[in-house]
């Protein structure tokens, strides 16, 4: 018979109770909820008008455990058999709770080695626990106080498809060459808002997608992102990227990028000789003031190119700079400083966004033979009825018109979204 324990706020106010345990079974899927304490006795409170929490785990659960529940409550201890000689346990949630290191012994998973899934997101954690599970495929540490992962602590866990390290404060001297290398399985690392100065290295070839966003990384060196030839989606936004911080063919390496994430960082210019096979360029919020002709050359794939909030003035735009783009779909280009619409935009484009820039006039031939273009953003420039030249419009035959217009200028749409962001897993 397979058990499940839930040992989170399932209670709700004013609800009576006897009892702070009960075990309440059926053929197929028997649970154990406990609701006040980890030892089940009598309760001599009949109506609370909010339900107590967990502060010790219970110390004995069934052997034939499946998911164990004890999120949301304030565990600062867990037993050896709480969790441990459970063979067909595949599921722990612990998150939410006053865990830290000192509240998890060292063979808290010993005999229990199907665990597939760990959640001690938002705990008191300061290092990455050793001896978890080997079998594990989903391991969740986001939102604690996580400064270093021992050397080893990851060397079993060979099947680990996914894991989140994201706000907590993590630093190069924290990680060595080996803390991910053994993960020859991994496909999702997330390791935003930490502390990290670099790209950590040793990265396995199965990686997927990388999360580095809201560090303090100034440099992406090559050699780091050799191994990861697998990669799909680097997300580097909000970390201190100057003029020389992404080297020329510095991502080379990554033949299967799909997604770049450079958002607000302190690049002056297009980062040269990405991935040719790139499909999405996200660069708002950075310094660039100028495109050259060549600065796109590269990556004939391209179908979403977000420059917006940039400094970019017409002058500094080359006439053939969107010309060797003839799959672009998205091209956004608002908040920037641009007086006129870009030449040599490619037919293929579906989305144009120019709003708040400096526009003074709409030239026809400047969106002649935009004829797949949908939506097309112009609002909050400085465009008048008459700066519209005649037949500006007679080439759009697909340009859908929302809301109330004059002279046919697009109303401002929502705020610039980021489309091309890998989809994240489910928290648990």
Excluded at 196 to 224: K, M
Excluded at 290 to 313: F, K, Q
Excluded at 363 to 388: K, V, Y
Excluded at 409 to 418: K, M
């Amino acid at each position: 018979m397979a058990w499940t324990c839930r040992c989170s706020q399932t209670t709700s106010p004013g609800q009576l109770s006897t009892s702070p345990c009960r075990t309440t079974s059926s053929r197929s899927s028997p649970t154990m909820s406990c609701h006040a304490s980890a030892a089940c006795g009598p309760s001599t409170s009949t109506t609370t008008s909010s339900p107590p929490r967990l502060s010790v785990a219970p110390q004995f659960l069934p052997r034939s455990l499946r998911v164990a529940d004890l999120a949301a409550n304030q565990v600062t201890e867990i037993f050896p058999l709480t969790f441990g000689e459970k063979p067909a346990l595949r599921s722990v949630y612990l998150h939410n709770n006053r865990l830290s290191n000192a509240g998890l012994p060292p063979d808290a998973f010993h005999g229990s080695e199907a665990v597939a899934t760990l959640s001690l997101s938002s705990n008191r954690l300061s290092y990455l626990p050793p001896s978890l599970p080997p079998s594990l495929e989903r391991l969740h540490l986001q939102n604690n106080l996580i400064s270093k992962v021992p050397r080893g602590a990851l060397s079993r866990q060979t099947h680990l498809r996914e894991l989140y390290l994201q706000h907590n404060q993590l630093t190069d001297s924290g990680l060595d060459a080996t803390t991910f290398s053994k993960l020859q399985h991994l496909e999702y690392l997330d390791l935003s808002h930490n502390q990290l100065a670099s790209v950590p290295a040793g990265l396995p070839r199965t990686l997927a997608v990388l999360h580095l966003g809201r560090n303090r990384i100034r440099w992406v060196e090559a050699a780091r992102l050799r191994g990861a030839r697998g990669l799909r989606y680097l997300l580097l936004q909000h970390n201190q990227l100057g003029a020389t911080g992404l080297p020329a063919g510095a991502l080379r390496p990554l033949r299967r990028l799909h997604t770049l994430h450079l958002y607000g960082n302190r690049l002056e210019r297009v980062p040269p000789a990405l991935p040719r096979r790139l499909r999405a360029l996200v660069l708002p919020h950075n310094h660039m003031t100028a495109l050259g002709a060549r600065d796109l050359a590269g990556m004939p794939g391209l179908a979403e190119l977000n420059l917006a909030y940039n400094r970019l003035v017409s002058a500094r735009v080359h006439r053939r700079a969107f010309r060797p783009l003839r799959a672009l779909r998205s091209l956004d280009l608002a908040g920037n400083q641009l007086t006129r619409v870009p030449g040599g935009l490619p037919g293929s484009l579906h989305t144009l966004r120019l709003q708040r820039n400096q526009l003074r006039t709409l030239e026809p031939e400047l969106l002649a033979g935009l004829d797949q273009l949908r939506e097309l953003s112009l609002a909050h420039n400085r465009l008048r009825i008459g700066d519209i030249g005649p037949g500006t419009w007679h080439e759009l035959q697909a340009l859908q018109v929302r809301g109330g217009l004059v002279s046919r200028t697009v109303p401002a749409p929502p705020s610039p979204r980021l489309s091309a962001s890998p989809r994240v897993p489910e928290m648990p």
